[in-house]
């Protein structure tokens, strides 16, 4: 499945079965976020980890889903399990969703849709291009949709409608920015990197839900994206800033009594 080719390997021991890709390093540290990120989202997906080996050598094993079959464009159309995450692989850019030959989504046991390969979401391209990720804007939102830009998406959410949409902005309106510091401090990435995956991914969640709930929609404790940034910045008030974070409050009231002011 994907651009990067793999193998199927079946753990003797326990039985388990896994799809093992050698992405290099950075890519398989990216993919597997990715790959964790789908899961905080309650997306069907293959649940994926990092293998190390001696040399440096990085793999991905996504762990087999059995039963499953191969799905076209048109039954990945009309279902509800890939139309209600578009927002979702908004989010995480995920380019290669559906594949260049569909062979990224596949059908599990239930009818559910499992995406299968996000190799190709975040900052890296499916063939492994490093590829532009803002946490400023989110064109998937409409590039997604254009057969033009993207003729493979553009195929499956041809049909799409905006309870499609809402349900993915939903989930990811419950999210909690923290959950998503989480997992990727987890990571092994560098504090840079980590920053930087950290920042994108608060900014293009807030715009996602704000663009199709609606700008009265509550974003799940946060603040809007590049308000701040470990702090009041300037141009930006204590009020503004307690707004976001409340707690801070009594920390500012503290130090007023102190110093004497009320």
């Known amino acids: 499945t994907g651009s990067t080719n793999g193998v199927l390997f079946q753990d003797t021991t326990t039985n388990k079965k896994y799809y093992v890709k050698y992405p290099g390093k950075a890519r398989a540290q990216v993919e597997l976020l990715a790959s964790q990120l789908y899961g905080l989202a309650s997306v069907p997906s293959a649940t994926a980890e990092l ?29 509800n399990h890939v139309l209600n995450n578009f927002a979702i692989d908004a989010w ?29 979401a975040l900052t890296f391209r499916a063939q492994g ?32 409608k905006q309870e ?37 991914l608060a900014g293009r969640r807030y715009i996602i839900v704000k663009e199709i709930l609606g700008e009265d929609f509550q974003v799940k404790g946060e603040c809007k994206p590049g308000f701040h940034h470990h702090g009041v910045v ?22 007023e009594k102190v110093s004497g002011r009320s």
Request: glycine share 8%; aromatic share 6%.
């Open 234 to 255: 300037a141009g930006h008030s204590d009020k503004a800033f307690e707004d976001c974070h409340p707690e801070t409050r009594k920390h500012r009231i503290k130090r």
């Open 51 to 79: 293998i190390e080996h001696a040399g440096d050598k990085h793999a991905i094993a996504s762990h087999w889903i059995d039963d499953v079959k191969s799905m076209d464009a048109l039954d990945m159309r009309h279902n």
């Open 164 to 200: 499609h949409k809402e349900a993915g902005a939903k989930k990811l309106a419950q999210i909690d920015n923290k959950q998503i510091a989480q997992i990727v401090d987890a990571t092994d990435m560098t504090a840079e990197e980590k920053t930087f995956f950290k920042d994108r």
């Open 92 to 120: 995480l850019a995920n380019w290669d969703v559906v594949g260049m030959e569909a062979d990224n989504i596949v059908m599990g046991p239930a009818g559910v849709a499992y995406r299968i390969d996000p190799g190709g």
């Open 129 to 160: 291009g490093v590829k532009e990720f803002l946490g400023t804007k989110v064109d998937e939102l409409r590039t997604f949709l254009d057969g033009n830009i993207n003729p493979s998406s553009a195929e499956v959410f041809a049909g799409l």
